[in-house]
């Protein structure tokens, strides 16, 4: 692979609670435990998955407490996990096909089986430290030690053979909204919420469709939950087909089509507008929150879903990646059907894996922090952004040689200003061989701290941090 290769191979090893030689200095109020999850294996027998996506799951931790960090990190002991290393692929993954041949695809046409790959990204489900991926297997596991603790269930009849891994924590209602889509004739897209505490899962709305779109994430405001259903979209029948096809590969996309939001009244239950604009596709939501009767979402867009077809592991080699180069963007919605969608560009400078403050959700925001990437000739640098949502401006860190992870904004206690803290990132240094925390200050975007890792870790996906110390 290129310089980027190393961020996609797979790590074997384990390390725990090893305390990090931190070069500058980490603010003495940062206290708690930075918590991220991604794939870290990618081998398969002889051979190997074929999708970034499709990677086993491993958390990795960061504790911090009177500026020092220790680091650990750990993959999640699943079914799927232990499949994998007798060299099985066991059921299907994002892209990776499952079990070859006509009586393994007939068995799971009549016994269909998901995978616990929980490798997307983390939260707490009634009482549980969770990791959550693109199917409804929760998979819990202990903070402290990473140690996986098995798939929590359930005590409702929801039901649904995809959700979105991305749900929405309400500090008001105390409750986690997410959303769960099931394929037949026709389909469901069923919102739910959780109150805290609790594994009984809520019916919010449930909508029915003919063809259901690949949702990644949903917006939320403190009335409305808001679905972006783009044209990239699945006929259920397609998976009873006999073929060789990872669960994306049925998806189709129609470029001539709208992309159409459906916005849900919380209290109602049902679907308040359907508005629509031209074709765009996006995995993930910065911020949504209500402004006089209109909604506010902000979201990385792209032209089209062309970035799931790049991150397979055979063109990665090739050099056809050209890295996250999404447009943030702002589109204002109706909360009925009588008025129009509106949309305009935040930002000149591409970004992708967006977070905000976490005191500014379901408010009016600022600051955007994402990672992104600059085409240059056959390669492309990449680099972290702050992007000023109020001004057009932006702010950019960068290191020759390196590419950044996610970045988690941590306000400092009793901030008044919703920069007024620290960016915590972890950046793949291709020259140097390793890989290593990156603090930086949340206001000025300057560097205050490295801690180099000890070993390369792979590329993740997301992660949150926790008031904690485990």
């Given at each position: ?13 384990e390390?725990?609670?090893?305390s990090l ?11 708690g ?14 051979g ?11 958390l ?13 990190n750990?993959?999640l ?16 993954e ?5 079990a070859?041949g ?9 016994v ?6 929980a ?24 903070p ?7 798939e929590?269930?359930?005590d ?17 209602r ?20 959780l109150?805290d505490?609790?594994?009984?899962r ?24 808001i679905?972006?259903?783009a ?12 073929g060789?096809?990872?669960?994306i590969?049925h ?9 159409r ?24 939501h910065?911020?949504?929150?209500e402004r ?21 592991l ?25 008025g129009?969608?509106e ?12 977070t905000?403050?976490p005191?500014v ?11 992104g990437?600059?085409?240059?000739g ?12 109020a ?5 950019i860190?960068?290191a020759?040689?390196?590419f950044c992870?996610?970045?988690i ?16 990132s ?15 200050d949340?206001?000025t ?14 590329f ?11």
């Amino acid at each position: 692979m290129n310089g980027y290769g190393r961020g996609f191979s797979t790590l074997t090893e384990e390390r725990t609670a090893e305390s990090l030689l931190i070069v500058g200095a980490i603010p003495d109020w940062l206290r708690g435990t930075l918590i991220r999850n991604g794939p870290g294996h990618f081998e398969l027998g002889e051979g190997r998955v074929t999708h970034w996506f499709d990677g086993l799951a491993m958390l990795r931790k960061f504790s911090f407490a009177d500026g020092d960090v220790t680091y650990s990190n750990h993959f999640l002991r699943t079914e799927t996990y232990k499949a994998r290393k007798q060299g099985n692929l066991g059921p299907g993954e994002f892209a990776t096909a499952p079990a070859t041949g006509f009586l393994a695809k007939l068995k799971s046409i009549v016994v269909p089986e998901t995978t616990d790959n929980a490798n997307v990204t983390i939260g707490r489900v009634g009482g549980h430290m969770v990791a959550l991926t693109e199917v409804p297997r929760v998979v819990a596991f202990n903070p402290a030690t990473l140690e996986t603790h098995g798939e929590v269930s359930f005590d409702d009849d929801l039901t649904g053979h995809v959700m979105t891994a991305h749900v929405h924590h309400d500090d008001e209602r105390n409750e986690t909204v997410g959303l769960l889509t099931k394929f037949g004739k026709p389909s469901t897209y069923t919102i739910y919420r959780l109150p805290d505490g609790s594994l009984r899962r809520e019916e919010v709305a449930s909508l029915k469709v003919s063809r259901p779109a690949y949702i990644h994430s949903i917006g939320l405001t403190d009335r409305y939950v808001i679905l972006v259903e783009a044209p990239f979209t699945v006929n259920p029948l397609s998976f009873l087909k006999l073929g060789n096809d990872g669960f994306i590969e049925h998806f189709t996309w129609d470029g001539t089509a709208d992309t159409r939001f459906i916005i849900v009244d919380r209290e109602r239950g049902r679907a308040v507008a359907t508005p629509q604009t031209a074709a765009f596709f996006a995995f993930h939501h910065v911020n949504a929150f209500e402004r006089d009767d209109s909604i506010v979402l902000d979201l990385v867009a792209y032209p089209n879903p062309d970035i799931i077809d790049g991150l397979y592991l055979d063109r990665l080699e090739r050099g056809e990646f050209k890295g996250l180069v999404g447009e943030l963007r702002r589109y204002t919605l109706p909360t009925d059907d009588t008025g129009q969608v509106e949309c305009e560009p935040l930002s000149e400078i591409a970004m992708e894996l967006p977070t905000i403050s976490p005191t500014v959700r379901r408010q009016p925001h600022r600051y955007v922090y994402g990672q992104g990437s600059v085409i240059e000739g056959d390669g492309f640098s990449n680099y972290l952004v702050k992007a000023d949502v109020a001004s057009g401006s932006a702010a950019i860190w960068t290191a020759q040689e390196t590419f950044c992870g996610e970045p988690i904004f941590v306000p400092r206690p009793d901030a008044t200003a919703e920069d007024d803290g620290v960016v915590l990132s972890v950046i793949l240094d291709t020259a140097g061989e390793q890989s290593f925390l990156l603090v930086l200050d949340g206001e000025t975007f300057v560097e205050l701290a490295r801690a180099p890792l000890p070993h390369v870790l792979p590329f993740d996906f997301h992660g949150e941090f926790f008031d904690c110390v485990w």
